[in-house]
Antibody
């Protein structure tokens, strides 16, 4: 059974940093592109970033370029999102998703507030 | 403002059909596949359609997808109360970014 489990969310002050993790199981993690998608409270979905199977290519939505870094550890079947210089508008539930979104985690809430 | 435009809401009675449109441009829908997702209240999104019109295993054939030019459409036939949810289209862009539509709330009357 494919499972994606996010962790690392929480309350952080503006300008702070947070690292999200996504533990994958039930499939060959190293064979798939992986993505982070977020959803602000009461709002729609927004794609944040994705990463190629071997980590050699990464892409970001314009609003997070230079602040967020997506990475992966195929030996640990894990996906990460390092978030720096956080802003109030980054407040959202962050989901990790496999490939075109055929599987999603349950999400982890990030709240940026003083 | 989303790159992909969807109607905010659609509604129909049980058993009826609804269609949800997703309008984009040549830099996204016009030259890339479209996916559709269902998000039930309080839940993570679920893939309904990929590659314009393909259904993952387990998705009933009441759900269908199509694409023409720079627009795509999701159809739901035999509407059921359990279909009340938010629906999102998504497509890649020539900038190698992905975009979701603005979302459409389906109400079963």
């Amino acid at each position: 059974e494919v499972q994606l489990v996010e962790s690392g969310g929480g309350l952080v002050q503006p300008g702070g940093s947070l690292r999200l993790s996504c533990a994958a199981s039930g499939f060959t993690f190293s064979s798939y592109w992986m993505s982070w998608v977020r959803q602000a409270p009461g709002k729609g979905l927004e794609w944040v970033a994705n990463i190629k199977q071997d980590g050699s290519e990464t892409y970001y939505v314009a609003s997070v370029k230079g602040r967020f870094t997506i990475s992966r550890d195929n030996a640990k079947n894990s996906l990460y999102l390092q978030m720096n210089s956080l802003r109030a508008e980054d407040t959202a539930v962050y989901y990790c998703a496999r490939d075109v979104g055929d599987y999603w985690g349950q999400g982890t809430l990030v709240t940026v507030s003083s | 403002q989303s790159v992909l435009t969807q109607p905010p809401s659609v509604s129909a009675a049980p058993g009826q059909k609804v269609t949800i449109s997703c309008s984009g441009s040549s830099s996204n829908i016009g030259n890339n596949y479209v996916s559709w997702y269902q998000q039930l209240p309080g839940a993570a999104p679920k893939l309904l359609i990929y590659e314009n019109n393909q259904r993952p295993s387990g998705i009933p054939d009441r759900f269908s997808g199509s694409k023409s030019g720079t627009s795509a459409t999701l159809g739901i036939t035999g509407l059921q109360p359990g279909d009340e949810a938010d629906y999102y289209c998504a497509s890649w862009d020539s900038s190698l970014s992905a975009f979701f539509g603005s979302g459409t709330k389906v109400t079963v009357l």
